[in-house]
């Protein structure tokens, strides 16, 4: 069982900056692929990027590549996400997600989500 709880959300204006933690309990969190999503009301939720379980292997959305980076601290058990240049259209509930042994783009391959948190770029 693992619990995930982000922070760092808030609302900023187009092109700045902000910087997501997701907090994991357990003591396994380093055998979990790690990833953040992102869903506006009435939209399916949608991959942002993910980070294999040693941060070797990072994937990203095409929007978000060059603009948003995803880092994970074992010793911490957190995993990060760095957004910069932000737009309008990144408005959005940001989760993370943890992947038991693998580490996915989609959805359903995740097993555990924290609760969410808002970010809000206004232009």
């Known amino acids: 069982q693992v619990q995930l709880v982000e922070s760092g959300g808030g609302l900023v204006q187009a092109g700045g900056s902000l910087r997501l933690s997701c907090a994991a309990s357990g003591r396994t969190f380093s055998s979990y692929g790690m990833g953040w999503f992102r869903q506006v009301p009435g939209k399916e939720r949608e991959f942002v990027a993910a980070?294999?379980?040693?941060?070797?292997?990072?994937y990203y959305e095409d929007s978000v590549k060059g603009r948003f980076t995803i880092s994970r601290d074992n010793a911490k058990n957190t995993v990060y996400l760095q957004m910069n240049s932000l737009k309008p259209e990144d408005t959005a509930v940001y989760f993370c997600a943890a992947d038991w042994l693998r580490v996915g783009v989609d959805p359903s391959d995740y097993d555990y989500w924290g609760q969410g948190t808002q970010v809000t770029v206004s232009s």
């Open positions: 980070i294999s379980q040693s941060g070797g292997i990072v």
